[in-house]
């Protein structure tokens, strides 16, 4: 289970120290679930400040139907996916080739070994988008495949599919790399 | 490897990400959102205080240079266009990642813009899927054209239970999203092909959802020669339902169960051409079959609750597949 219950009977009155309430407590969370779909940190932190700003905007919106996590969790979510379908985000893609692709993966990767020593972290980034978020949500995150299902709109059986083959995958490229 | 290896391989990473993201400073991202907000805040209050009467002076001054500019730049504008179209051929318009949930290849797909021979300037997209080969290299494994289409459209996977591998929704729209082309991508043995080949769908909508496409088109109520009011277009939903065949000869389906409405229709779809049987009590009512006989259609006509067995050709094996119609009066329900 996610190591922070919500407590939704806390009543914070001005919309201000609310959002700084809420900044305090999910900043970090926020900023690793965009880092987890897009792999670079300066659209991570963009997306974060973006959700923050929404957040604040409709505060009076939130109906207290969902926790604050899952309500905040959607939006990034949503701001991510948002930012990938877009113009800029293909733009930025197109414009190189697959093998230019492969040379930046693997720079990207070379960096995170030198720099963070996170050889299997970078390899789990390395997956798909379908299999990158949810096992970085369960093993990172904590999050049970129940919560993970409310978030990504699909189905419980299927995050255990996605898990499954996500740690399949991903033993296949740690052995490629032995 | 094992999977234990791989669990602790996992806590490893965990770790890892632990140490990454403490290295981020967060109190300072904080700072920024409320800075930009307070500078939101002073922009809004800024506008109050030019009042009414200056906006709206400004805004139509602004739309009156607007539509001098637009108009004299079109002409130059689209000559520029029209030199380019030549200059963008070779690269792609998008690039994106493909999964059939072969852990050993890597795909991708692209888009490019095309022309045809006769050089008449309309957006077409030839759609191209790239396998990586055995030495990293990458073989065209697929294309396709998508004609009078230029805006290509994400991609959707449609999963099977279990580790079998999945198909693959490619698709794309025209500018103003008046129809749309698609292809429901998979693997026949070693082959990639194509087992749904949709093209101009008029006003479509689709959404994948438990590995099954659920396609809404715009159809017109009356067929006439000229269709003169698009108010008398109807919505025609149909639910894609694929299968295919194990090693072990059983027949998967991305679902057991499904939930429509009366009216609705079911399409099913596989890796090889197989009869389907339908038991009880006449819900559900067969269709025509595609050209190729690949895509069995079935039209719902009552509710209740009906079973489909999509049955192998010897007849041995069967795949039990349960629909419940529901009835109009059930829409609110849901």
Not at chain 1, 10 to 32: A, G, H, I, Q, T
Not at chain 2, 32 to 44: A, D, G, I
Not at chain 2, 149 to 161: A, G, I, Q, R, W
Not at chain 2, 227 to 248: F, L
């Amino acid at each position: 289970m996610y190591d922070f219950a919500e407590n939704q009977t806390e009543v914070v009155s001005d919309n201000k120290d609310e959002l700084n309430y809420l900044m305090k407590r999910f900043s970090k969370k926020v900023y690793k679930l965009a880092y987890y779909y897009l792999r670079d940190k300066h659209q991570a932190e963009d997306i974060c400040q973006e959700v923050f700003i929404r957040v604040y905007n409709n505060l009076d919106k939130f109906r207290q139907e969902s926790n604050y996590y899952t309500w905040i969790y959607k939006i990034t979510i949503n701001l991510c996916k948002d930012y990938l379908k877009s113009a800029s985000f293909r733009k930025l893609f197109a414009a190189g080739t697959i093998s230019d692709l492969n040379i930046s993966c693997r720079e990207t990767n070379k960096m995170f070994e030198e720099v963070e020593g996170g050889e299997v972290f970078s390899k789990i980034m390395e997956l798909p988008t379908k299999y990158r978020i949810p096992l970085s949500l369960h093993y990172f995150d904590g999050f049970t495949t129940a919560e993970i299902a409310s978030f990504l709109k699909i189905s419980e059986s299927n995050v255990r599919v996605r898990l499954h083959r996500g740690r399949e995958k991903l033993k296949a490229l740690l052995s490629r790399g032995d | 490897m094992n999977n234990d290896n791989v669990e602790k391989k996992l806590l490893e990473a965990s770790k890892q990400a632990d140490k990454f993201f403490s290295s981020f400073d967060y109190n300072k991202l904080n700072n920024t959102v409320l800075l930009k907000l307070k500078h939101e805040n002073n922009k809004e209050n800024r506008i109050k205080m030019l009042g009414g009467f200056t906006v709206k002076v400004s805004v139509i001054a602004v739309c009156f240079i607007l539509i001098l500019v637009i108009s004299s730049s079109l002409g130059i504008k689209k000559t520029i266009q029209n030199n380019n179209d030549f200059a963008l051929l070779g690269k792609p318009v998008s690039q994106q990642m493909i999964d059939f949930g072969n852990t050993k290849l890597n795909q991708w797909l692209n888009y490019f813009k095309i022309d045809k021979p006769d050089k008449k300037m309309e957006s077409n997209l030839l759609a191209v899927v790239w396998e990586s080969g055995t030495k990293g290299d990458y073989d065209m494994v697929y294309s396709s054209v998508f004609e009078n289409s230029n805006k290509p459209c994400p991609v959707y996977n449609l999963d099977f239970p279990g580790n079998y591998p999945s198909m693959v929704l490619i698709s794309s729209q025209n500018d103003r999203s008046q129809y749309m082309h698609y292809r429901i991508l998979g693997y026949k043995g070693n082959k990639l092909s194509a087992y749904v080949e949709k093209d101009y769908v008029t006003g479509c909508k689709i959404e994948v959802i438990d590995g099954v496409l659920k396609e809404t088109r715009l159809i017109p109520s009356s067929y006439s020669e000229e269709i003169k009011d698009t108010d008398q277009m109807n919505n025609v939903v149909t639910y894609y339902i694929p299968y295919q065949h194990s090693e072990s000869g059983n027949i998967i389906s991305s679902v057991n169960f499904l939930r429509i409405f009366k009216g609705d229709k079911i399409a099913l779809f596989g890796d090889y051409d197989v009869p389907i049987d339908i038991a009880g009590n006449n819900l559900l009512i067969q269709e025509d079959t595609n050209e190729e006989n690949s895509i069995k259609y079935l039209h719902a006509e009552k509710s209740g609750y009906q079973n489909i067995y999509i049955k192998s050709k010897d007849g041995k094996v069967i795949k039990k597949v349960s629909i419940e119609v529901l009835s109009n009066d059930d829409i609110n329900e849901y």
